[in-house]
């Protein structure tokens, strides 16, 4: 096992290789790049070219070359060391990327599954429930869709002239024991008696005043109830896109435990490096501490 060096030291050693014996014109560095361009080869192999991703090569290039001006190795086994550091730099950068994704594809699917109502679910809830209407009260799909069946009563009595059997029909579920069904027809009986003996025109009149000015106020009542339960249902939306932040636990072990394997890849290129160039500038460098272990059978 090697000895683990803090990264404010290998920073320390890194400026000490400046010190190093390696080319010092212009002329030379030139050459001195172009030979670790040259056989960076792991660094090549780590581009990925398909059809739906390319990386670039250029920034590739770019970050090699950055890194071996820091690092100015001298040598084959320097320039392997710094391509080992340049490779698992590259794919810690691929394997952050994969993190966005994973976050990204998360938040987005879930927000468009849910942006989409299961129209047969939200049925199959209020078939169940001791009272539909209630049940569909519940939501803002729901509410919606009362606002809409009400809204035909409200052409059917506007047609009529005033609220009707016919009109009472337009809206679902009048079959069924609910609280719109039970109010529209008590209401409905009760501005049909007349006995003051009003004139049928006069009475059928007042009838459709009263009928449109009760529909109107549900109405309004249902707007309410669909506001309120947008605001809940964005705030319920919030909560769950906040939580989908975190990939699942299976996606997040798979990319630390990727993460974790670059980062000790990467350290230990750096320590060898470190190593080989205070050993170059004449420096005695005791050997690395290893250390093996066996399980006994």
């Not at 192999?45 to 100015?72: D, M, P, T, Y």
């Not at 209407?133 to 509410?143: I, K, Y």
């Not at 047609?159 to 079959?175: N, R, S």
């Amino acid at each position: 096992m090697h000895k683990t060096m803090s990264l404010k030291q290998l920073a320390a050693n890194g400026r000490n290789a400046q010190k190093s014996t390696g080319p010092k014109t212009p002329e030379g560095r030139a050459v001195s790049k172009m030979n670790a361009l040259k056989h960076g080869i792991l660094s090549k192999e780590v581009l990925v070219q398909g059809l739906n991703i390319k990386e670039s090569s250029r920034e590739l290039a770019a970050l090699h070359e950055r890194f071996c001006q820091e690092l100015n190795p001298v040598g084959p086994v320097e320039e392997m060391l710094v391509d080992q550091i340049v490779t698992a730099h590259w794919r810690l950068r691929r394997a952050l990327r994969a993190e966005s994704g994973e976050i990204a594809l998360s938040v987005d699917e879930g927000q468009w599954n849910r942006s989409r109502p299961d129209v047969k679910m939200e049925v199959m809830r209020w078939e169940f429930s001791s009272d539909r209407v209630a049940a569909m009260q519940d939501s803002a799909f729901g509410n919606s869709i009362l606002t809409d069946w009400l809204r035909d009563v409200r052409a059917q009595v506007e047609k009529d002239g005033e609220l009707t059997e016919a009109a009472i029909q337009k809206f679902p579920y009048h079959d069924k024991p609910n609280w719109f069904s039970r109010e529209l027809e008590k209401l409905r009986l009760r501005l049909s008696q007349n006995s003051n003996g009003v004139d049928e025109a006069i009475r059928k009149e007042e009838n459709k005043k009263q009928a449109l000015a009760y529909i109107d106020r549900e109405l309004g009542m249902l707007r309410w109830r669909q506001t309120r339960c947008e605001k809940r249902e964005a705030a319920e939306e919030q909560a769950r896109q906040a939580a989908a932040v975190l990939p699942s636990m299976e996606v997040l072990e798979k990319i630390l435990r990727y993460e974790t394997k670059l980062e000790r890849q990467q350290y230990r290129a750096m320590s060898q490096l470190e190593r080989l160039q205070r050993m170059r500038q004449g420096e005695a460098v005791p050997p690395p501490l290893t250390m093996e272990v066996s399980e006994r059978p």
